[in-house]
């Protein structure tokens, strides 16, 4: 294995890592207990788990993997807070999505070469890419590996 | 730039945009807001902080660069809950500490080499390590990242 390699999977590891402990999490929670709020008037998990789920659904358009599974996911937990009233799926919905959604981004993830994890994300132009050579395709994923460890912190208050 | 250069730079930014996320949070609350409990029956800011810079004091030996700073911290932070009695420093204190630690180690991570960063931890024997070259520098590096943002997700729940 060379350097690059070894280095590439340090950070793919820390990702696969961080879901794991999210998916051991959220599976250790019953329905009703997802749906109660993780602090008196913060979000409830329902909410931190269809976040979640939005967040990574977005990866495939910006890693250019493909269509996301879940648009409609964006507005009730991504566009606007917890309680906005907008309709949200079930939490057992919810749960089906998280598996579909990180299932198949695993799938693509799995397939990427090295050298086309330092290739631009969507989200930068080529013009960009050129003077700043970080915003790759390695680097949102290292940057929601964090995102996930973030949320973690909180999930772990939900009462059992 | 070469392609291990430019990973190894990504990971080290992301410890960096923890660290500077968690500074900012922490220049942020009053002295008080820290003592408070982050929720009901909770850890507070201040554990947190301690908890925190005894963390990142711990890579001191870790990744072999030297004597740590407070080892005094480890009793009431780390192997000891919130409110467990033992004596801790104000405030005060721990907010230098965080940054006399954070300080000292950046000096001595900006200064190893991309080959030192994949060498053995001390945690790891040189035989376990011919088997799982995984147990790196940076890896421990990939995971103190996750856990900066775990406690993050936590103090920006705490009051102001």
Do not use: C
């Not at 269509?67 to 906005?84: G, I, T, V, W, Y």
């Not at 939490?91 to 959604?101: F, P």
């Not at 086309?116 to 994300?121: A, F, I, M, V, Y």
């Amino acid at each position: 294995m060379t350097s690059e390699q070894l280095l590439l999977e340090l950070t793919l590891n820390a990702w696969k890592g961080q879901l794991k402990r999210a998916d051991q999490l959220f599976a250790g929670f019953t329905d009703e207990q997802l749906q109660a709020e993780i602090a008196p008037g913060k979000n409830s998990g329902q909410y931190l788990l269809g976040h979640l789920t939005a967040t990574h659904d977005r990866l495939f358009e910006l890693l250019d993997l493909g269509a996301r599974l879940h648009p409609e996911l964006d507005a009730p937990f991504l566009s606007n807070p917890d309680k906005s009233g907008l309709p949200q799926p079930t939490v057992a919905e919810l749960r089906q999505y998280w598996s579909d959604v990180n299932a198949k981004l695993a799938d693509h993830l799995a397939k990427l070469l090295p050298s086309e994890w330092l290739q631009r994300h969507t989200q930068v132009s080529p013009e960009d890419f050129k003077k700043e050579p970080h915003r790759n395709k390695l680097n949102v994923l290292i940057s929601r590996t964090n995102h996930v460890a973030y949320h973690l912190g909180q999930l772990v208050w939900l009462r059992k």
